[in-house]
């Protein structure tokens, strides 16, 4: 739960981006108060346990999808968006056809894969959050070896 908290004397550019607050407000020609939400520890605590759920949430479905999991998965949890960087995704066969230059053929393989989880992210997104996607939205750098999977959230 977070806590409306009026902040006398401090201009919305002067806020802390960490805890949520926007750097720059619209130029009206004169500095202005501002009154923002400010996020209580627990709020702090939930987000950071939600992220983590999640995060290891996607390694298991890449797991069960393909038979191996991201090393490191990072997940950003928004009001308006959740996504996860995952590093270190591909099999060795994968990583094979990438340095011998197939990496065009890997990439589609993994699109594929990607959409054949979505449902399964979606829903552990949905169930963690309790907020509902909007969309879906994943690739992958064969090269680099990084996927990044970003759900949506209605109403942001």
Not at 100 to 119: E, P, T
Not at 125 to 152: N, P, W, Y
Request: glycine share 6%; net charge negative; hydrophobic share 40%.
């Amino acid at each position: 739960m977070a806590v409306a908290v009026r902040l006398p004397g401090l201009l919305q550019s002067q806020l802390s981006p960490s805890l949520g607050f926007w750097l720059d407000a619209p130029y009206s020609g004169a500095p202005t108060p501002c009154s923002h939400t400010i996020p209580t520890v627990p709020d702090v605590r939930e987000r950071a346990t939600d992220q983590q759920t999640i995060s290891r949430g996607i390694v298991a479905i890449y797991k069960d999808f393909v038979g191996r999991g991201p090393t490191t998965a990072q997940t950003t949890i928004t009001d308006a968006f959740v996504t996860t960087i995952c590093r270190d995704t591909l099999t060795r066969a994968e990583r094979t056809l990438v340095d011998s230059g197939d990496g065009d053929v890997v990439r589609g393989m993994r699109r594929k894969f990607q959409a054949a989880m979505s449902k399964e992210m979606i829903r552990l997104v949905e169930q963690t959050t309790g907020r509902h996607a909007a969309a879906f939205l994943s690739d992958h750098d064969v090269e680099q070896d990084i996927a990044i999977e970003t759900i949506v959230l209605v109403d942001f």
